[in-house]
């Protein structure tokens, strides 16, 4: 972990030294979000759409094995959902 | 050009494989997961398949969770997207061929000139068989095409 003292400009903006950019692939256009933790301190999190859908996909498993399903069950079950929305 | 493989991903490969993944378990649908998010191959969906994952979805968690992981799925996979009306101009043409609630995901297919069709669902692979795409399961997939996950 690295600490770097950087000064907020005039539109609120701050410069993330070249080093953690290159490293962390911070390219211009690259989405941050800045999370108030309270208190004057914020945490800058770049943006990673595909571990947040690796996530969402271990949330939804982690479900459907407190539901009970297994492969089989799963198929039927997603045939009547097929069945569900072509009805709707 | 892209020269991506164009694949519809059945449903059942994605909870199948999010059921894998959750457990920390190797498998073909798990797998199949694994190339979407890297972007290895290039969906193809419709509104009704996007619906039938939202669908799943909420019934097994909750709506909100079904907006996000279907939001998601669009954003990181940046899929092969073919409009209803372009389907429903072919659908007549395979009506009799193919069961009505599997209609638009074989035609989306056949428009978008995908290279697979992967489904579990087996009937759905048996009928959908035919000289212009492959129809196979994700462990077919994966015996066919090689891929370093």
Redesign the interface.
């Known amino acids: 972990m690295k600490s770097v003292t950087v000064r907020i400009g005039e539109k609120g903006q701050i410069t993330i030294p070249v080093d953690i950019r290159e490293r962390d692939k911070l390219d211009k256009g690259t989405q941050v979000e800045v999370v108030d933790l309270g208190e004057g301190s914020l945490f800058i999190n770049k943006i990673d759409r595909k571990k947040e859908l690796l996530l969402a996909f271990r949330i939804l498993g982690k479900r459907i094995k407190e539901k009970g399903y297994n492969k089989d069950k799963l198929i039927d079950f997603c045939r009547k959902v097929r069945r569900d929305v072509y009805n709707a | 050009m892209s020269t991506m493989l164009k694949c519809f991903v ?3 490969i ?10 920390n378990k190797i498998s073909d649908e798990a797998g199949i ?1 694994d190339i979407v ?2 972007g290895k191959i290039k969906l193809i969906v419709t509104i ?1 398949l996007l ?2 994952y939202h ?3 909420k ?3 909750d709506k909100d ?1 079904a907006g ?2 279907r939001y ?2 669009v ?2 996979s940046k899929p092969i997207f073919i409009p209803d009306d372009v389907c429903k101009e072919l659908e007549p043409k395979f009506a009799s061929l193919i069961p ?3 209609l638009r995901h074989f035609v989306c297919c056949v428009i978008a000139e995908a290279d697979y069709l992967i489904s ?2 087996r009937e759905f692979l048996k009928k959908s068989k035919n000289d212009v795409f492959k129809c196979v399961t994700p462990k077919e997939f994966l015996s066919k095409e090689k891929f370093v996950t």
Request: proline content about 0%; overall charge negative.
């Open positions: 059945d449903t059942n994605i909870l199948i494989g999010a059921l894998d993944l959750s457990a997961i998010i890297e009704q619906d039938e669908e799943a979805a019934r097994l968690v969770f996000w992981i998601l799925i954003d990181v009505k609630e599997d579990n669902n």
